[in-house]
């Protein structure tokens, strides 16, 4: 999976718009939504609040999490903290940067607040790679991680895993090869 | 002169605080919610020092360079003044204590906790502590006596008690306040307090008023109250002097008493009305500190100062010579103390009385003396009535009360509020640099005043109808509205400029899109409203213009009095005005309502507005339907009964919605159809901030019945939020404006439900008179089901009432008929005696399907003939609408059923359609549906209602997604259908249950069974009931993928119409089916309903031929 993907799974995720035009309800796959009135909140998932903000038919209500108050409390919780914290949105990340690339003029102190979320995100990586790094010195076969985010496990996951793959054949190879080398010669 | 208010400061963050002076006066100390003590050199002190003492601080006292402070980790702490270094902790309680004073010489301090204890505490030796126990709750405050025998204090529990210190005995013990489990919870803090100096009264604030008690004798020498003060009072202070008593209201009153003349000295509000919980007295100067429950620090000063020149000669001699006899005595001692200083203005007695006061010990003395000539002055007065007090105490206190107001010089009765001003609904104040000029239906206009500049925002909801404009604000427009039209501004004259009008007008078709009219000079624009076509503008020469919307001048009247607000709509213009003058904080208004259309007319002649007590007008407008409405101050929300002479119905209270004390919402629009009243939620204020930009909130209606908790009440109450919700309807058709039938008919299948639900309670509960009742409500069907589902219940009585009912409604039902032929619009009136407009059903009905009814009244006679044996014989007043009724008679022949009981056959049931296992509601919502069925024919061009007033898009969908939930909760049977997407694909918004069946038929379902039956049969081949088939069917096409289901009821609905005609031709040579048909005469009757829309002359034969089969 690449972050695209992730990406795109984050997009099925309900924001509250204020749309700007009128239209009845639509009845889409993956359920009805609407009726939009000009000027009432309405639910809708961020793919179609981005769509409807790209074309300036709406503007975005940012999520409540979305409040530099709250969010450099949760800032300093991960910081204190040696585990990973609950994160406000499975897809914090993905969410932020949607709506602060495309609707930041809807959302106050958009700067703080994309600065906060950076540093929440290099805390977290920083706490994954010195676990992936304590995980692979001291050899354990297994590990438990917490309140991981999609976006988060995306971004070591495949990276991990392959390198845990190599490292297992260079360890089970060790021995093997030393003695195929006294062979070869 | 009164006492001048300074202007409020911010203190500490919002919380509960207290203040004190220090003992020379030269600075203010409060403490506040964020455990800080403040220091301040004055109110203007820029910096004040802070010490902080804890999380939270309580309380805090100051004597003799120590501060003591009761904060939240529960102790009592004492920390040195001015330098704030901490200097030990002096006691603890289990909880936070929630007063601590000093005593006179400062020795010692006495604390009330939250853990129902009072504690006196050595100041010097924390270790001499004397405990009181005996309150049964947490301790509200607590005052020393000066002469250090008594401590009082009051409590939650109610009780206010006096300690004796020596030994710790309860003295007394008054029941005087209201209960409460715990200080957050109490009406009032109630901070009370001794006579400072010599003791002998206690002054406690109890409820509205403050009693005295004297010393000793504990009796209730008398009671100070004002009429200024409305809510209960939270905190009383005695001058230094002892002449005066301060108090302070939970709602920001603050009042001071003259004790010796009982005379109210100052009557001041906070600016803000906020809870005034610290007030202390300057030590000498005419000085009153006082902070609030948000944190904020007030002064007043100049208080009462005045109090002996300035009165003295309003009042009687034997008055004056004891106001005179103190002021000789103070000012004697004052010049012995003074002359020393060198001091020789002897002019001004009270500076004389402050630098004396400067002095405590002196003061002292003179004091002691002063307070005898006092109390000398008491005795006096009080001798009076001291007989009758020993006979009854309680008469006494009020005599004495009556006898200090008797004194009273000046006016007592009912005080006359001041006149709100005029505003323009869904603004903010204009004193603010950003604000809402306005914020409706339409979109929202911001006004930014900054100092280099100023401009107006101007921004639609849709933007499809204007896009977003800025308008520089040259000229200082204050006042404005917005419709779909245009946009409208005012603003006042000045010096030099006249003021002006100004309308832009940016859905003209030509080029200019602009005008301007200047009034008359000394006319101000007070408020203005836009309709359809046209702008009025009120004066302040009580002078309504009205102009076309291009800027032609109209109309000019006269108001009745001072415009407070006006709202327009279409073609009605609703000014609110002053009527009169209110009193005691009420307001006088009254409203009028014009019609400015063709027939220009007066609907609401300056009638009295109905406010809540002591509220003013907050809102007023129409519903987006085009019903009067207003809010008052305290967020009741009322709108226009048309159909109840035009009376207000309060529709909503907000406040019950608000979370906090000072939360309000503020409203921006109102809607009928959805229900739905849209606000913005404004935390603490009564209006929104324009950043960040406020998000709309929906509230619901609710109409204040009696007992809403019970079933009845609910059913009440939904029933006459319905009537009055869709009062709209008749006033648009009455006025020639289109709507559609279906939410008209939704609405009446909804409330003849109800009834019918109303019908069945009543029966379960032996109700029977209350059963005729309702039913007089009901239609000419719902009636006819009433008196099957009586009998059926057997109870004859009540059927017979019923019956005789129906005779009495079809009798009416003919002769509005009859009425009809002649004029359909008379007829609209004249019906309105019965309540559910059955007629008027009809009556849209004829003029649309005149041709349809001469086929339908045949239908009807086929059917009467062949239902003679169990008809009733009121069906004979054919008219389209009794058709169904006869339907349902026939189709209720079953055993006895409970309608409410869900049925628990439901499946098969759904698709034998088995008639044992349907219900009276079924029936029901088939008759009420059945009267619409031609109407949905001719509706089916569904043109936008009323194109600018209605919202376009929701009066369809929601109703629609409501009535099924409806339907689920009242019959299963449905919910089997509705899983067929034919459902939510119907062409009309109004398809329900009933249609469903109707379109039986062609649902996808049929057509999918009646290709696979053959495979069917050969599966199974010992299937050969129709029913088993059809259940086999249903159990593979539920195993269908939702998209393959989607297709065929897709594919259902294409084909609708080919399929019913090619039925037509099969149905004869198919045998399975016809044997369907024949099951269920009913539904084939609908089916042949639907058809004659199609081919008239088919359809006739189809029903007959349906009905030979019967």
Known sequence: MDSAEVEFLAEKEMVTIIPNFSLDKIYLIGGDLGPFNPGLPVEVPLWLAMNLKQRQKCRVIPPEWMDVEKLEEMRDQERKEETFTPMPSPYYMELTKLLLNHASDNIPKADEIRTLIKDMWDTRIAKLRVSADSFVKQQEAHAKLDNLTLMEINTTGAFLTEALNHMYKLRTNLHPAQSAQSQDF | ?1110
């Not at chain 2, 330098?83 to 006495?110: C, E, Q, S």
């Not at chain 2, 206010?160 to 003295?171: E, F, G, H, P």
């Not at chain 2, 005729?772 to 219940?793: G, P």
């Not at chain 2, 009809?820 to 004829?846: A, C, G, I, M, Y």
């Open chain 2, 1 to 1110: 002169m009164p006492a001048t208010q300074m202007p409020m400061r911010y203190g500490h963050p919002e919380g509960h605080t207290d203040v004190c002076f220090d003992d020379s006066g030269s600075c203010i100390v409060t403490c506040g919610s964020d455990g800080d003590v403040r220091i301040w050199k004055d109110l203007d002190d820029d910096d004040p020092k802070s010490i902080n003492v804890g999380d939270r601080a309580y309380s805090c006292a100051l004597k003799k360079g120590k501060l003591v402070t009761s904060v939240s980790n529960n102790t009592i702490q004492i920390h040195t003044f001015p330098n704030g270094a901490p200097d030990g902790i002096l006691t603890r309680f289990t909880t936070n204590a929630n007063h601590v004073v000093f005593n006179r010489d400062g020795a010692k301090i006495a604390a009330g906790s939250g853990d129902f204890m009072v504690k006196i505490v050595d100041v010097m030796d924390s270790s001499q502590q004397k405990t009181f126990r005996g309150h049964d709750a947490p301790v509200l405050s607590v005052s020393f006596d000066p002469k250090d025998i008594f401590l009082a204090s009051a409590s939650c529990d109610g009780s206010v008690k006096v300690w004796q210190i020596s030994d710790q005995t309860c003295a007394i013990s008054w029941p005087l306040l209201q209960k409460c489990n715990d200080v957050i919870n109490a009406k009032s803090i109630c901070r009370l307090a001794w006579q400072p100096e010599s003791g002998k009264l206690l002054a406690i604030p109890v409820g509205n008023i403050i009693k005295l008690y004297r010393r000793e004798t504990w009796r209730n020498e008398f009671d100070l109250s004002d009429n200024f003060i409305t809510l209960p009072l939270n905190v009383v202070t005695w001058s230094p002097c002892e002449k005066y008593l301060a108090a302070g209201s939970v709602n920001g009153c603050i009042v001071v008493w003259n004790v010796e003349t009982k005379d109210c000295m100052e009557r001041v509000k906070h600016e803000k009305g906020y809870t005034i919980c610290g007030l202390a007295w300057h030590p000498t100067s005419r000085q009153l500190a006082y902070t609030d429950a948000e944190g904020n620090l007030g002064l007043l000063e100049n208080v009462s100062g005045m109090g002996n020149k300035v009165y003295s000669h309003l009042f009687d001699g034997d008055d004056d010579s004891d106001n005179a006899d103190n002021g000789d005595f103070l000012n004697e001692n004052m010049e012995f103390q003074l002359i020393p200083k060198g001091r020789t203005d002897y002019e001004d007695d009270e500076d004389d009385l402050m630098l004396a006061s400067g002095y405590p010990r002196h003061r002292n003395h003179i004091l002691e003396d002063d307070d005898s000539s006092v109390e000398v002055a008491l005795m006096e007065k009080g001798s009076h009535c001291e007989k009758e007090e020993e006979k009854d105490e309680h008469w006494g206190s009020t005599h004495a009360v009556l006898l200090s107001t008797s004194r009273r010089p000046f006016y007592d009765g009912p005080m006359p509020s001041p006149q709100q001003k005029p505003f323009q609904s869904g603004s903010t104040p204009p004193h603010l640099t950003h604000r809402f000029m306005v914020w409706n239906s339409v979109g929202i206009i911001r006004c930014y005043n900054d100092d280099q500049d100023s401009a107006i925002d101007v921004e639609f909801h849709d933007t499809s109808i204007h896009h977003a404009t800025h308008l520089s604000n040259t000229l200082n427009y204050t006042i404005a509205d917005l419709s779909h039209e245009a946009i409208l501004l005012a603003c006042e004259s000045t010096t030099e400029l006249a003021s002006k009008l100004h309308c832009l007008h940016f859905s003209s078709w030509d080029s200019s899109k602009e005008w301007t009219v200047d009034m008359p000079p000394h006319e101000d624009i007070k408020a203005i409203c836009l309709g359809q076509g046209w702008a009025a503008s009120a004066t302040s020469a009580l002078l309504l213009h009205i102009f076309s919307i291009g800027g032609v001048q109209k109309e000019v009247f006269s108001l009745p009095g001072p415009v407070v607000s006006m709202a327009g709509h279409g073609e009605q213009l609703l000014i609110a005005f002053h009527r009169g003058t209110g009193f005691d904080g009420d307001q006088c208004l009254g409203i009028q309502l014009l019609e400015l259309g063709k027939k220009k007319k007066q609907v609401l002649h300056g009638d009295p507005l109905p406010l809540t007590r002591k509220s003013y007008l907050a809102w007023v407008g129409f519903s987006a339907e085009g019903t009067p409405c207003y809010v008052d101050s305290e967020g009741i929300v009322r709108m226009l009964n048309r159909r109840l002479g035009n009376t207000w119905t309060p529709i909503c209270n907000t406040k019950e919605h608000c979370k906090g004390k000072s939360d309000h919402y503020w409203v921006v629009g109102i809607h009928e159809n959805p229900q739905q009243l849209r606000c913005i939620p404004c935390k603490g204020s009564r209006f929104p901030p324009t950043l960040p930009r406020p998000a709309v909130a929906i509230l619901s209606f609710r109409l204040p019945y009696c007992q809403i908790a019970t079933e009845k009440g609910q059913m009440e109450e939904q029933f006459w939020r319905s009537v009055i919700f869709h009062n709209h309807l008749d006033y648009l058709s009455e006025n020639g404006y289109e709507y559609e039938e279906s939410t008209k008919n939704q609405t009446i299948k909804e409330q003849q439900e109800l009834l019918m639900k109303m019908f069945a309670l009543s029966c379960k509960l032996d109700r029977e008179f209350r059963c005729v009742e309702l039913a007089e409500l009901m239609t000419q069907n719902a009636v006819n089901l009433a008196i099957k589902y009586a009998s059926r219940s057997r109870r004859l009585i009540l059927a017979q009432r019923l019956s005789e009912l129906a005779v009495e409604k079809a009798a009416e039902l003919a002769a509005s008929l009859n009425e009809e032929e002649e004029d359909f619009r008379n007829k609209l009136n004249t019906s309105s005696t019965t309540e559910w407009s059955q007629p008027r059903v009809v009556n849209h009905k004829v003029e649309e399907n005149n041709s349809e009814d001469s086929e339908e009244a045949d239908e009807i006679e086929e059917k009467t003939d062949l239902h003679k044996n169990r008809q009733n014989p009121f069906c004979k007043n054919g008219s389209s609408a009794d058709g169904p009724a006869i339907k349902s008679v026939t189709s209720s022949n079953q055993g006895r059923v409970n309608p409410f009981k869900v049925s628990a056959s439901s499946k098969e049931s759904t698709i034998s359609v088995n008639p044992t296992s349907s219900n009276i509601l079924d029936n029901m919502k088939k008759l009420s549906k059945k009267s619409t069925v031609p109407n949905r024919t001719a509706n089916k061009e569904k043109s936008p209602v009323l194109k600018p007033l209605i919202p376009k898009p929701k009066s369809k969908q929601v109703p629609a997604t409501n009535f099924f939930q409806a339907c689920t909760s009242q019959t299963d049977k449905i919910v089997e259908e509705k899983k067929n997407p034919e459902n939510s694909l119907s062409e009309s918004p109004a398809m329900s249950a009933q249609n469903i069946e109707n379109e039986r038929p062609k649902t996808g379902f049929q057509m999918w069974l009646e290709e696979n039956r053959s495979d069917i049969l050969a599966d199974h081949p010992d299937l050969s009931e129709e029913p088993d088939i059809i259940r086999e069917g249903m159990n593979r096409f539920r195993m269908l993928s939702d998209e393959e289901r989607k297709a065929w009821a897709h594919k259902a609905k294409g084909g609708a119409t080919k399929e019913t005609e090619t039925k037509k031709r099969k149905e004869p040579s198919l045998d399975n089916t016809k044997q369907r048909e024949q099951g269920n005469p009913k539904e084939n009757l609908n089916l042949s309903k639907k058809q004659k829309t199609l081919d008239i002359s088919t359809n006739q034969k189809l029903s007959a031929f349906a009905f030979k089969k019967d």
